[in-house]
Nanobody, 115 residues
């Protein structure tokens, strides 16, 4: 499975970012995908997950602020995470991966929320 996440950057508190992840390879048997994040010095944590049907679930800190979506074709999936009302606590490296059992991690994309 190949994972390519992008769209991160520096944003002020209260700002907005949209992350995108292209997933390809042996993905036919993966039914759910997730966005994860890892702040410096902390464990990686799940942010939101979505089933190929479109049914989504969010961690408490993401509810009402983040929206996960997925689009699919035969060769690849495109996973997105729209984030609004960003807070400094949202700073970290964001990754996409299969959920609940991640595959090999990609590089992720850095999100920094700071004034």
């Amino acid at each position: 499975v190949q994972l390519q996440a992008f769209g991160g950057g520096l944003v002020q508190p209260g700002g907005f970012l949209r992350l995108t992840c292209i997933v390809s390879g042996n993905i036919a048997e993966i039914y759910s995908w997730g966005w994860y994040r890892q702040a410096r010095g902390q464990e990686r944590e799940l942010v939101a997950r979505i089933h190929r049907s479109g049914n989504a679930n969010y961690e408490d800190f993401a509810k009402g602020r983040f929206t996960i979506t997925i689009s699919r074709d035969n060769a690849k999936n495109t996973l997105s995470l729209q984030m609004r009302s960003l807070e400094p606590e949202d700073t970290g490296v964001y990754y996409c991966n299969a959920c609940p059992i991640p595959r090999t991690w990609g590089k992720g994309t850095q999100v920094t929320v700071s004034s």
